[in-house]
């Protein structure tokens, strides 16, 4: 999101559900802030908009690396394949009978997935994935080397390498910038 002058208020990741409904999904820690931008935005611009926050009741697991699509594979009969599933793309789907939203990213910088779900789901969810994983050798990891991999694909985090002093060019968002795209501006 920008300011008025056009700088980064915040970074989110926007995903169109279904016509007319969005799901944006932003860090733990930007949570209330970046609500209250959006509803204050909302009012300000007369928008007719419903705004739900489902931080409560839903839960996200993301799997990434070399094997990411091989092991949730096991667990679909989606097709997860890069021409099917491109990056960036959110996809409602069941894995191992669980419902989830899949969005094709991952801040790690590798092939990978966050999947949203029911909050009582996951448990079920990553034993799930966890035994479906066992030949590949699948394990959890944590926030520093979470860190450590996205400063080595150059992936910019809110509040260390970019905030609301910078457009987002000079915050390095290139890839992320499409001035030709038509896109719900509040």
């Known amino acids: 999101m920008l300011t008025p002058r056009g700088k980064v208020y915040a970074e989110l990741t926007v995903s169109q559900l279904y016509p007319g409904e969005f799901m944006l999904v932003t860090g733990s820690g930007s949570e209330l802030h970046d609500l209250r931008w959006i509803e204050e935005e909302v009012v300000r611009g007369g928008y007719k908009a419903?705004?739900?926050?489902?931080?409560?009741?839903?839960?996200?697991?993301?799997?990434a690396g070399p094997y990411a699509r091989h092991?949730?594979?096991?667990?679909?009969?989606?097709?997860?394949?890069?021409?099917?599933?491109?990056?960036?793309?959110?996809r409602h789907l069941k894995l191992s009978d669980i419902a989830v939203t899949a969005i094709r990213i991952s801040y790690t910088g590798e092939l990978g997935w966050e999947l949203y779900h029911r909050k009582e789901d996951a448990v079920a969810l990553y034993s799930a994935i966890m035994e479906a994983g066992q030949k590949e050798q699948i394990d959890n990891f944590g926030t520093y080397a979470l860190n450590a991999l996205r400063l080595e694909k150059g992936f910019r985090a809110w509040g260390a390498e970019m905030n609301c002093d910078a457009n987002p060019l000079e915050a390095g968002l290139e890839y992320f910038i499409k001035l030709n795209k038509v896109c719900l501006c509040l």
Do not use: C, W
């Not at 419903?50 to 799997?63: H, Q, S």
């Not at 092991?71 to 793309?89: I, P, R």
């Open 50 to 63: 419903n705004i739900e926050n489902m931080t409560d009741e839903m839960g996200v697991l993301g799997v």
């Open 71 to 90: 092991v949730l594979q096991k667990l679909t009969t989606e097709d997860l394949s890069d021409s099917s599933f491109k990056f960036l793309q959110s």
